[in-house]
């Protein structure tokens, strides 16, 4: 049974950076497809960040982060990661990682298996 646990989550300034990091347990992280999703309070669907293909590396970014968020992996770590730079202040939001995608989209309703979330706030 895949296990995945996120941590880095927290408080930052707006402009400021945060590095998310889910490490994955039970299965061999190459072997999946990898994602990032946000949820905000009162949205009932999970937003989907950035993702990434375990075949060729294709990487999907939301418009909404594109240059100043990173997707990244370490297999032999069993560990994938989201750097968030320029972070802007908004509603505080609570990110899951995610593995397993069987289909080849950036949506929550693809992926099988979740981490328990870490949330986010942007503030002054």
């Known amino acids: 049974q895949l296990q995945l646990v996120e941590s880095g989550g927290g408080l930052v300034q707006p402009g400021g950076s945060l590095t998310l990091s889910c490490v994955v347990s039970g299965g061999t992280l190459e072997d999946y497809d990898i994602g990032w999703f946000r949820q905000t309070p009162g949205v009932e669907q999970r937003e989907g960040v950035s993702c990434m293909n375990r075949v060729d590396g294709y990487t999907y970014l939301g418009s909404f982060v594109k240059g100043r968020f990173i997707i990244a992996k370490d297999n032999a770590k069993n560990t994938f990661y989201l750097q968030m730079n320029g972070l802007h202040p908004e509603a505080p939001a609570v990110y899951y990682c995610?593995?397993?995608?069987?289909?080849?989209?950036?949506?929550?309703?693809?992926?099988?298996?979740w981490g328990q979330g870490t949330q986010v706030t942007v503030s002054s």
């Open positions: 995610a593995v397993d995608s069987h289909r080849p989209l950036c949506i929550s309703d693809a992926f099988d298996y």
